[in-house]
Structures are given as structure tokens and as C-alpha cells.
T-cell receptor, first 113, second 114 residues
């Protein structure tokens, strides 16, 4: 299994809703990542988990809350989002510091209304 | 100054053309670089790694010039299926960690037409 699986593929949520994005990999990778990609822009790193511990938070607003329940799963909890948070949210995983096997999921396209 | 800067494009070329993309980076200590390809509304996918010695994969050739902090991608004999956004990517990792942070250039849009 060489895939990163993200669900849902599409999500529309209101500004008062709470929702979660899910990411799963079974490649034994010990680093997992959340990236955000706005339209016509490159992906930007949000969070890094290494060995299930949060290693990097790129000054992301607290309305985004990551969680790593185990080495295969990564969640992103969303609460009180703004329309400008609408974007493609990409999960990735890798093995080791040199990014061996860096693999992206197909993303969740989020629209905040 | 942005960490990774790319030609803005867009590039619009006929099938069979040769096209080159360039990219510069600001951190002289950066170790690893890649070219990714991203199709419309899809995730980025690794195209190839970039080495100082240069590397070739079929019609694609990537080159890293550390002295000039410059990266290039050459596509020969362009195909319609090469139409995509090409992203220059730097991998940064802190010593002793087991993860790597990818920093993407702005991307260059390539359209190959018949």
C-alpha cells in the first residue's frame, strides 16, 4: 500500500460548524503533514507530526486543530472557519528526515460558506 | 525574498517543443530539491529529484547548480499530456529530526498545444 487516503474529498461547511478531515497511511511512515493550498497558489505547510508528536505548527490559527491518534492516522479538526479558509487541504507522509517516499493524498476540497 | 522563486510563466508551446523551467533558492544550506507536477484540481506528484550531477528520466532532465543556487527542468519533445503546473520544491530538515518540510515555488503553468 503506497497511498495516502484522505476523506472526505469535498466538504462544504458553515462558519459555525465543526468538522474533521481525516488522513490515513499504511506505509509505516513516521512523519505526517498537513498542507493548505489556495487557488492558483502553491501548497503551504501547516503542521508536522513526527512519531505522533506535533513537531511544527506554522502559526496556524487555533480554529484548525490537528490530532494524530496513532502512527497511521492524522486528523484536522475545523471549528468556526472563515470563508477565506476555503482551500484544498493536503495530507502527506514521509519516512525520515530526507523526505524519502514523500507522498501526498488527493486532498479535501473545503468550501466555507 | 521568497525561499524558492520560479519563472512565473505561463508557457504555451506546440507539441514536440523543448521547454525549460528555472528556479532559484535563497538558502545556501538547503540540501534537497525536487520537481513536482500538479494537474488541475489534483495533488502534487513527484516528477523527479534534482542532483548537482544532473539527472535524466526519459524526456526530462533536471539540474542543480549550487554555486548559483539555481535549479532547472528541461522537457524535450513535449506531449499534450505534459500540460500541468510544474513546482520547484526545496526540502528542509533540521538536524536530528525525522521529517522534512517542503517549500514550494509559485509554480509554472505549461500548456502544450497540438
Amino acid at each position: 500500500d503506497t497511498e495516502v487516503t484522505q476523506t472526505p474529498k469535498h466538504l462544504v461547511m458553515g462558519m459555525t460548524n465543526k468538522k474533521s478531515l481525516k488522513c490515513e497511511q499504511h506505509m509505516g511512515h513516521r512523519a505526517m503533514y498537513w498542507y493548505k493550498q489556495k487557488a492558483k497558489k502553491p501548497p503551504e505547510l501547516m503542521f508536522v507530526y513526527s512519531y505522533e508528536k506535533l513537531s511544527i505548527n506554522e502559526s496556524v490559527p487555533s480554529r484548525f486543530s490537528p490530532e494524530c491518534p496513532n502512527s497511521s492516522l492524522l486528523n484536522l479538526h475545523l471549528h468556526a472557519l472563515q470563508p477565506e479558509d476555503s482551500a484544498l487541504y493536503l495530507c502527506a507522509s514521509s519516512q525520515g528526515a530526507h523526505g524519502y517516499g514523500y507522498t501526498f493524498g488527493s486532498g479535501t476540497r473545503l468550501t466555507v460558506v | 525574498r521568497k525561499e524558492v522563486e520560479q519563472d512565473p510563466g505561463p508557457f504555451n508551446v506546440p507539441e514536440g517543443a523543448t521547454v525549460a523551467f528555472n528556479c532559484t533558492y535563497s538558502n545556501s544550506a538547503s540540501q534537497s530539491f525536487f520537481w513536482y507536477r500538479q494537474d488541475c484540481r489534483k495533488e502534487p506528484k513527484l516528477l523527479m529529484s534534482v542532483y548537482s550531477s544532473g539527472n535524466e528520466d526519459g524526456r526530462f532532465t533536471a539540474q542543480l547548480n549550487r554555486a548559483s543556487q539555481y535549479i532547472s527542468l528541461l522537457i524535450r519533445d513535449s506531449k499534450l499530456s505534459d500540460s500541468a503546473t510544474y513546482l520547484c520544491v526545496e526540502l528542509a530538515n533540521a538536524g536530528g529530526t525525522s521529517y522534512g518540510k517542503l517549500t514550494f515555488g509559485q509554480g509554472t503553468i505549461l500548456t502544450v498545444h497540438p
